[in-house]
Every structure is written in structure tokens, then in C-alpha cells.
T-cell receptor
Framework: DADVTQTPRNRITKTGKRIMLECSQT?????MYWYRQDPGLGLRLIYY???????NKGEISDGYSVSRQAQAKFSLSLESAIPNQTALYFC?????????????FGDGTRLSIL | DQQVKQNSPSLSVQEGRISILNCDYT??????FLWYKKYPAEGPTFLIS?????DKNEDGRFTVFLNKSAKHLSLHIVPSQPGDSAVYFC????????????FGKGTKLSVKP
């Protein structure tokens, strides 16, 4: 089983709909992250959480919200989806502080908003 | 403004030869640099990292070189294998209490048999 699981893997929806992307992990890591990737661009940070009571905005948080339901679960919501939120979304976990702790990624959710 | 730049969108190399992927950065406060490899339909996987106080780190066929004065790092793959064909992302960490990574746009490596 994958250590970092994202559901759904693919989603097509319409403008204005509310969408939730879910991430769960079995690695026991405190830190969790949500990124989006657009074609030809690198990963950009949306939100991150260092523990259950900690939520922080990333570079591109507008239009998104998150919920850290437990150490193992971190959900990303689009309250009212718009077409320019069509992208590949990745969840990641990290063991602790320090740049020498690599982040571990799920396999992504491909989201298309019509 | 991009803090981490990978100026080559793609690179093609013959099997058995060396692959060199380049990355430039602008922020001298980065304390670690990491390389990730990404196959289609999968998430990025960690490959190798280097501390800003080092100039070289080696792991099997993969070596990362850091030139702080030039704010440049490179990933060398020797010898290249067809299974190395993937998108490679350079990432940098600001360290301290943050673990946030800033990613480059990626370089697509194709290793031809």
C-alpha cells in the first residue's frame, strides 16, 4: 500500500461546484503539504500544516481551504471551483524540521474544471 | 520572481553517457537543495540532496554539485539508463523552522537506448 494516498485520482467537475481532495498517510509524519502543478511549471505550495492544530497559507492559497482532521489526514477544498484551478494536485508529508528531511509525495489528483 | 530556475525544459542523452541537469537559484538563504524525479502518473520521488555547506554529494550513479558563488547546482547521472527517463525537479529549502520547498519548473530527461 502507498504511504501517501490521494483520492480521487481523477476528477472532472463543473464551474461553481465544491470539491474536496483527500490525502491520508501511514508514515506517521507531522508535516503535510498541498501543492499544485500546472503544465510547464514546477510545484507551487497551496497550504501546509505542521501538526493537527497548525495550518499555514502557502504561495497560492486564494480560492482554497484545508482541514487537518488528524495527523494522518489533510484535505484540500475548492469552495467554488473555477476553470483556472484545473491542475494536477499533490499532497506531501515530511518527517520533521530541516531542509534535509525530504518530502514524500502521493501520486496526485488530476482535476479538470469545465 | 523565480527563486529556483531550471532553464532547460528538456535534455536528450544516449544510454551509457553522462546526463547533466542544471539549476540556478537567487536566494542565498537556502540551506538545502534537493532533486526529485517524477514519472508520468506518479508523484515526485526524492533522489538526492545537498547541504549548502557542502559542494558535492554522491549516491551511486547520482552526484550533485553545488557552486555557491555562482548560485548554481547540477545533477550528474553516470551512466545514464533508459529507466532514468523522467522529469527532474530541483528544489530548495529555506530551512529554520520551515520545511517548505521551492521548486524549479523541471527538466524532462530522455535517455535513448
Amino acid at each position: 500500500d502507498a504511504d501517501v494516498t490521494q483520492t480521487p485520482r481523477n476528477r472532472i467537475t463543473k464551474t461553481g461546484k465544491r470539491i474536496m481532495l483527500e490525502c491520508s498517510q501511514t508514515k506517521g509524519h507531522d508535516r503535510m503539504y498541498w501543492y499544485r502543478q500546472d503544465p510547464g511549471l514546477g510545484l507551487r505550495l497551496i497550504y501546509y500544516s505542521f501538526d493537527v492544530k497548525d495550518i499555514n497559507k502557502g504561495e497560492i492559497s486564494d480560492g482554497y481551504s484545508v482541514s487537518r482532521q488528524a495527523q494522518a489526514k489533510f484535505s484540500l477544498s475548492l469552495e467554488s471551483a473555477i476553470p483556472n484551478q484545473t491542475a494536477l494536485y499533490f499532497c506531501a508529508t515530511q518527517a520533521g524540521t530541516g531542509g534535509n528531511q525530504p518530502q514524500h509525495f502521493g501520486d496526485g489528483t488530476r482535476l479538470s474544471i469545465l | 520572481d523565480q527563486q529556483v530556475k531550471q532553464n532547460s525544459p528538456s535534455l536528450s542523452v544516449q544510454e551509457g553517457r553522462i546526463s547533466i541537469l542544471n539549476c540556478d537559484y537567487t536566494n542565498s538563504m537556502f540551506d538545502y537543495f534537493l532533486w526529485y524525479k517524477k514519472y508520468p502518473a506518479e508523484g515526485p520521488t526524492f533522489l538526492i540532496s545537498i547541504s549548502s555547506i557542502k559542494d558535492k554529494n554522491e549516491d551511486g550513479r547520482f552526484t550533485v554539485f553545488l557552486n555557491k558563488s555562482a548560485k548554481h547546482l547540477s545533477l550528474h547521472i553516470v551512466p545514464s539508463q533508459p529507466g532514468d527517463s523522467a522529469v527532474y525537479f530541483c528544489a530548495a529549502s529555506l530551512g529554520g523552522s520551515q520545511g517548505n520547498l521551492i521548486f524549479g519548473k523541471g527538466t524532462k530527461l530522455s535517455v535513448k537506448p
